[in-house]
């Protein structure tokens, strides 16, 4: 019998289990894919996955607005947004990226608006939930400091001398 797109597709089958306790596994099954996820043991996905919600955003839709007070960080599970800061260029992020962690970070006003271009499926963590997940699991603070250090990088002009 031929497969169906549940059945190919980790994220597909997560929707379609809806929010029991098998979605939680195929959730869990989700995020191990995200380089933010490396290392975690399946027990420890599945409770990043527990604290987490699924949102959709469609086309041109502003997720997080520059100036806006933070209350969540997004992990793209489908779908490109861009970040964009006025007078630079915009930065494209795809499946696997983080953004909204700057603001819950040091409690200052969003950097950017991250908007997103396609149809964009996030997983999101509340406030709370972002705090406990880097108190929980040092192996996500580490890889999220190492992504913040490379777009800290980007982000300033080359020095030449
Ligand atoms: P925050 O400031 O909470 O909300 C806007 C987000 O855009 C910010 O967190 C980062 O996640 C993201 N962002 C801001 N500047 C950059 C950048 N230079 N490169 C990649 N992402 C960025």
Redesign the pocket.
């Known amino acids: 019998m031929a497969s169906t797109p549940s059945t190919r597709d980790p994220i597909a089958k997560a929707l379609s289990l809806g929010r029991d306790g098998r979605s939680s596994k195929a959730w869990a099954d989700v995020l191990g894919a995200m380089p933010l996820f490396h290392g975690l043991s399946h027990r420890h996905l599945r409770r990043v996955a527990g604290k987490a919600t699924v949102k959709r955003y469609a086309p041109y839709t502003a997720i ?1 607005r ?1 100036d806006d007070t ?1 209350d969540a960080f997004y992990i793209i599970l489908d779908g490109t947004a861009n ?1 964009r ?1 006025s007078g630079k260029r915009n ?1 494209k ?1 795809r499946p696997g990226d ?7 970070l040091d409690a200052a006003p ?3 608006t ?1 908007e997103a271009e396609t149809e964009v499926l996030t997983m999101r963590l509340g406030r709370a939930a972002f705090q406990k997940v880097l108190d929980e699991e040092p192996k996500v603070a580490s890889a999220m400091l190492r992504t913040m250090a490379r ?1 800290l990088r ?2 300033q002009p080359a020095v030449t001398d």
């Open positions: 997080v520059m933070g970040v800061r930065i992020l983080f953004f909204g962690e700057m603001a819950l969003r950097s950017a991250v777009r980007e982000a």
